[in-house]
């Protein structure tokens, strides 16, 4: 159980194009979804929270403009990179929780690499 | 600000070996700390996890306990598989957070 995917697992664009990520629940409704970024040798660092029907928050740093998250059901959370340019080339994770779990307690997705020319 | 350091990989180990992987946290007041695994095409999974000083936390044959005097919260495993071959990052949360704060993660490689 609590199984979450992401679409696609790698995607290439040229630059100026926007790129969609995908982010589902498969087994459950989640409450709150997160989005992660990963650069080569580093951690991964939060870069937004959403929940179901209402505006994700951004952390601090991350344009909001530039990634449009839209959670408009209990099992999807859509991540889109906006006129993409190679400096957001990256590894991009989400993750879900759901109610009965413990408040840190995150269900991952296997992440989404994306190259941007 | 808060931040969690790991060792750096990959660590490449036989079969049957002792495994360490050192974390070390930076935080002010109580974190919660834990370990993740990633496994080759698989989103991360929670390993152990462990909610205030000298508690430790066990799974699948690693533990962790949490050293408050030390900031520490290294994983162990007393004889390692093939299977163990994954990234393993450290991460806190404070108290009434979700937010995790990841360490860089480090790269497991277990030969027969």
């Known amino acids: 159980g609590a199984v979450v995917s992401q679409h696609p697992s790698w995607v290439i664009c040229k630059s100026g194009t926007s790129v969609k990520i995908e982010c589902r629940s498969l087994d459950f409704q989640a409450t709150t979804m997160f989005w992660y970024r990963q650069f080569p040798k580093q951690s991964l660092m939060l870069m937004a929270t959403?929940?179901?029907?209402?505006?994700?928050?951004?952390e601090q740093g991350v344009e909001k403009d530039k990634f449009l998250i839209n959670h408009a059901s209990l099992t999807l959370s859509t991540l889109t990179v906006t006129s993409a340019h190679p400096e957001d080339s990256s590894f991009y994770i989400c993750?879900?929780?759901?109610?009965?779990?413990?408040?840190?307690?995150?269900?991952f997705g296997p992440g989404t690499r994306l190259t941007v020319l | 600000g808060d931040s969690v350091t790991q060792m750096e990989g990959p660590v490449t180990l036989s079969e049957e070996a002792f495994l360490t992987i050192n974390c070390t946290y930076t935080a002010t007041g109580y974190p919660s700390l834990f370990w993740y695994v990633q496994y080759p095409g698989e989103g991360l999974q929670l390993l152990l996890k462990?909610?205030?000083?000298?508690d430790k936390g066990s799974n699948k044959g690693f533990e962790a306990t949490y050293r408050k005097e030390t900031t520490s919260f290294h994983l162990e495993k007393g004889s390692v598989q093939v299977s163990d071959s994954a990234v393993y990052f450290c991460a806190l949360s404070r108290d009434s957070s979700y937010k995790l704060i990841f360490g860089s993660g480090t790269r497991l490689l277990v030969r027969p």
């Open positions: 993750s879900a929780w759901t109610s009965g779990y413990s408040y840190n307690e995150q269900f």
């Open positions: 959403s929940n179901e029907g209402s505006k994700a928050t951004y």
């Open positions: 462990a909610t205030k000083a000298d």
